[in-house]
T-cell receptor, first 113, second 114 residues
Framework: DTEVTQTPKHLVMGMTNKKSLKCEQHMGHRAMYWYKQKAKKPPELMFVYSYEKLSINESVPSRFSPECPNSSLLNLHLHALQPEDSALYLC????????????FGPGTRLTVT | GENVEQHPSTLSVQEGDSAVIKCTYSDSASNYFPWYKQELGKRPQLIIDIRSNVGEKKDQRIAVTLNKTAKHFSLHITETQPEDSAVYFCAATPYTGANSKLTFGKGITLSVRP
């Protein structure tokens, strides 16, 4: 089973709201990723968790807060977002961080109003 | 850091023809090169990948070739079909343990004309 799931599929939030995106995989992968993707652009890396520890933070604003409660789950907590944060947020996982296949989830389409 | 260039940005082919998409990379330490296909409104899907110890890899109608000396790798699609129409992203990464990350090219939009 090479499936990564994400909820919700769509999210509309105001600039003062707090919301969370969720990602889950049951492939036994020990690396999980958050990407942001704007229309017609490649995925842009935000965070990498390796063995449940944050290993890469690509200078993402603090209004995005990742969390990895266990090896199967990855959350992205959102607070005080800006309209320019509207994008497709993709979760991915791989066996371990490095030169291994990354499998993407379907994404959450986020709109900030 | 790594820089991946992908040209052209769009490619249109007639159904049944072959399509070739080329990427160049800058970091000679890169050793893993995946290709992703993304249809409109869907997730990027890994379609094929190649490692630096291999020069070519095939999977049915798709193949990837790697030239480490020239630092470029290419995706070849034969007998193209309308369902091959999508955005294709190449990527590269050197292995650096937990700090490894993929660097993506800007993507190419492939259109297959019926």
């Amino acid at each position: 089973d090479t499936e990564v799931t994400q909820t919700p599929k769509h999210l509309v939030m105001g600039m003062t709201n707090k919301k969370s995106l969720k990602c889950e995989q049951h492939m036994g992968h020990r690396a999980m990723y958050w990407y942001k993707q704007k229309a017609k652009k490649p995925p842009e890396l935000m965070f990498v968790y390796s063995y449940e520890k944050l290993s890469i933070n690509e200078s993402v604003p603090s209004r995005f807060s990742p969390e990895c409660p266990n090896s199967s789950l990855l959350n992205l907590h959102l607070h005080a977002l800006q309209p320019e944060d509207s994008a497709l947020y993709l979760c991915a996982s791989s066996q371990v961080a490095g030169s291994y296949e990354q499998y993407f989830g379907p994404g959450t389409r986020l709109t900030v109003t | 850091g790594e820089n991946v260039e992908q040209h052209p940005s769009t490619l249109s082919v007639q159904e049944g023809d072959s399509a070739v998409i080329k990427c160049t990379y800058s970091d000679s330490a890169s050793n893993y090169f995946p290709w992703y296909k993304q249809e409109l409104g869907k997730r990027p899907q890994l379609i094929i990948d190649i490692r630096s110890n291999v020069g070519e890899k095939k999977d049915q109608r798709i193949a990837v070739t790697l030239n480490k000396t020239a630092k470029h790798f290419s995706l070849h699609i034969t007998e193209t079909q309308p369902e091959d129409s999508a955005v294709y992203f190449c990527a590269a990464t050197p292995y650096t343990g937990a700090n490894s990350k993929l660097t993506f090219g800007k993507g190419i939009t492939l259109s297959v004309r019926p």
